[in-house]
Each structure stands twice: as C-alpha cells, then as structure tokens.
C-alpha cells in the first residue's frame, strides 16, 4: 500500500532541482501537447471534411469558452496550493479536508456552468459579432460542448490535487485514453455520420467524462491524504476560505485575460469567415506554446507551494532559475520556428490561399512575443506559489486590459497585423515586469 502511495508521488523538497522539475514538468508539458493535437485533430478533421464555416464555427468558441470558465479554473490553482503546502508541512488531515472540499466545489461549479451555457449560447455568441455563416453552428458546438462542464471541472480540480503532490503521470494516461476516445469518435461522427460540428462537440463532451471519470476513481483508490470518501463530500469553511484567497485572484486573471481575448476575437471576427478560420488555425498553432509552457507555469506552482510549506525559501529560489533557463531558451526557440517557417506550419491546416496568408502573418507577429510569454507563465506560477496571486492579477489585468485600446489604436493603421502586434507587445512587456518582480520578492523573504 506505501509503496504503491510513493510511487506516484514526487518529493519536490529534497533532492536535485533539475531533476525534480524535469520529472515533474515532462510528463505534464506531455498531457499539454497531446491535449493539443487532438485539439488539432479536430480542427483538421472539421477543416478537411466540413468546410471553412464548420471550422470557423469550432475556432471561435474558444475565447468565449475560456472567459466562462476562468474563474473556476483559477480556484483550482488555489486548490493545488493549498493542498501542496499543507503536504509540504505534513499536515495531512488539512489535506483531506481540501481534496473534499475542492471535488465538492468543482462539481456544482460544472453543473452552474452547463446550466449558464446551454441556455445563453447564442445570445453569447451574438454580443462576440460571431458572422452571420458560423453563428448557427457555433451555438449548436457551444449547446453540446458545455453539457460536459461537470467533467471539465471534475477533472481540472481532480488533477490538480494529483499535481500538487507531484504526480503528473497519471493524468497523462487518463488524457490519452480520452483524447484517444475523442479523435475516434471525431472520424466516426464527422466522416461516417456526416454530423458536423454537432459531431466535434459530442465527441469531446463525451472524452470530457471518460477523464473526469479515470481522475474520480484515481482518487478514490488513493492510499494517502488525498483519498476521496464521495459520501464525505463537503465543503470545509476554513479550507474553502483558504482557497477563494488564493483562488479568487488567479480566476479573475483569467476572467481580464479570457475577456479580453473575446474582444479580441469579436473584432477578428468582424473581418469575415476567412479570417476568422485562418486566425483559429494560427491560434490553435501557438497554443502548442502556451500549453507547454503551462506544464512550467504548473511545476512552479507545485514545486513553490511544497518548499515554501516546508520553510525552504533557498530552494524555492533555486528552483526558479532553473525554470527560467529552461523555458527562455525554448522561448528563443520557437520564435525563430514561427518567424522563419510560419507558411510550412499554415499549410498543415489549410489549402486555401487566402486562409493561409492569415495564418502566416498571425505566426509571424506573435512569434516575437513568445519567449517572454513563456517567462511570464512560468513567473506568474512561482508567484501564485508562494500565495502572491493578487500581486500577480493586479499586474496581469493592468497590461491585459491595454490590450483592448491598444489593438483598437494599431488596427486603424495596420488593419489586422495591428490586432496581434497589440498581443504581442504586451506579452513582451508583462515578461520583463513579472520577472523583476519575482526576483524583488524573493529577495525581500530572504534579507
């Protein structure tokens, strides 16, 4: 029983850094990219079988997805810190209390959102401008979709409780097996039923509940503090108190983020079918980045919650310069690949030349941005760690939100470039700011 409980948990307080980091973020950069490419997947299947309105109608959801979704996977990050700290000081009946409390919470969250969803979809995707061609298809996609809101969020807190003692493995197989249930189901639906993006949404609801499912179960056959009782469930005041203060911050970071990227997309949107199609492609490109560096923004948040738990603020230090290397350099990397072979990469998704000039000069412009956009996650994740997440909404919405009457000003001159050199240009900004920060706060802890 202790050896299987040991063989999935990651001592992130002792023992060498790299190693540590190393071991924690691959299998978790891992879970990211192949949530990714089936994401691709789906794009691809819908783009090659179902036109460019179908793909449009699946690209553009998204943002919308991700606003009404913010705040609760913002809890889910007050969630892991709360029980990686406690693990952290051996305190594990507060560590039981948070697993319930946070399962609880994910659950009712998931039923509130598929509620809000199903019902206010096309009204949503009317105030987004989403074109007159996609709109119909979009509600329908979006109808679906958020019927699978309880697993989403049973598997977003469920995981990250996993996460928080440093098992990232398990969530890897439980991704494959439902992204490999839903690239199956996609085929089946899209190209032998000929059901469209009503297809699309099904087959990931459908996946959404397989994981949801395998996490549950996982936690429910766990042999230490994190073992879920589902007859136990409730919500602890003090822990969920706990939770909201470090939750709240980070979830409405999201919300400024996730809202300004549905402005954003309501005025690519305004441009036409095309671009709307070319822009998701490009988008769901870049998001390969973003999720990979997620898996560093995630390993900081548990390695910093564990060591700052336990006292050891040396380590916590230690521990982030090794994330920054690492991340820097891929930064610089995947730069150089989007700004030198962006038309290789947009042809992966598109024969249409149109759509294709779209995607390039997305990949072109956002490819200046990326290496300070992956040290921004990362810091942004050893900030949340240490339980400074308002330090990090204030800054986040503050350069966020210029994005807004940033992209409005470069549009009137650049026309569409000027949207993305906005994205871009504050990406690069919030880099620099969060790292100073960091660097000011750690020395402040340890003088």
Request: net charge positive; glycine share 10%.
């Amino acid at each position: 029983m202790i050896r299987t409980k040991k063989r999935h948990q990651l001592d992130m307080c002792h023992g060498s850094l790299a190693d540590k980091i190393l071991l924690f973020a691959i299998p978790l950069m891992a879970s990211s990219m192949l949530q990714l490419l089936f994401n691709a997947a789906d794009v691809i299947v819908v783009g090659r079988f179902a036109g460019k309105e179908s793909l449009a109608a699946v690209g553009s959801p998204p943002s919308l997805i991700n606003l009404l979704v913010a705040l609760f996977v913002g809890l889910s990050v007050g969630s892991n810190v709360v029980v990686a700290r406690n693990l952290g000081g051996k305190r594990h009946d507060m560590v039981g209390r948070a697993v319930h409390t946070s399962i609880l919470m994910a659950l009712v969250s998931g039923a509130i959102l598929a509620v809000f969803g199903f019902f206010a979809a096309r009204q949503l995707l009317v105030w987004m401008s989403s074109p007159a061609d996609v709109i119909d298809k979009s509600a329908i996609y979006l109808r679906i979709y958020f019927l699978g809101m309880p697993a989403t969020m049973a598997y977003n807190f469920g995981a990250a409780i996993l996460r928080a003692q440093g098992d990232t493995k398990r969530p890897l197989y439980f991704l494959i097996i439902a992204g490999v249930v839903n690239v199956i189901l996609n085929l089946i639906s899209v190209i032998l039923l000929n059901m469209d993006v009503a297809g699309v949404a099904l087959a990931t609801t459908i996946s959404q509940y397989v994981s949801a499912g395998l996490v549950i179960l996982c936690l429910t056959k766990e042999d230490g503090p994190l073992r879920l009782n589902l007859k136990a469930m409730k919500l602890d005041r003090h822990i969920l108190g706990q939770i909201l203060e470090i939750g709240l911050p980070a979830g409405f970071q999201g919300i400024v983020f996730s809202l300004s990227n549905v402005l954003i997309q309501s005025s690519i949107n305004s441009f036409g079918s095309t671009v709307v199609a070319g822009s998701a492609a490009a988008g769901n490109i870049e998001n390969f980045v973003y999720q990979a560096m997620n898996a560093f923004y995630q390993t900081n948040l548990t390695f910093t919650g564990q060591n700052y738990g336990a006292g050891e603020k040396e380590r916590v230090r230690k521990g982030y310069h090794v994330s920054l290397w690492t991340v820097g350099l891929w930064g610089i990397l995947v730069s150089a690949i989007f700004i030198c072979f962006p038309g290789a990469i947009a042809d992966v998704f598109f024969h249409e030349p149109k759509a294709v000039e779209i995607a390039i000069g997305y990949l072109v412009i956002i490819g200046f941005g990326e290496a300070f956009m992956c040290v921004e996650l990362t810091t942004i994740g050893a900030l949340s760690g240490l339980g400074r997440t308002r330090l990090c909404s204030v800054i986040s919405v503050a350069f966020t939100s210029a994005r807004i009457p940033l992209a409005v000003i470069l549009s009137e001159s650049m026309g569409l470039h000027g949207i993305w050199w906005a994205l871009t240009s504050t990406s690069v900004v919030k880099g620099i700011i969060f790292t100073c920060t960091f660097f000011w706060i750690m020395r402040k802890k340890t003088s």
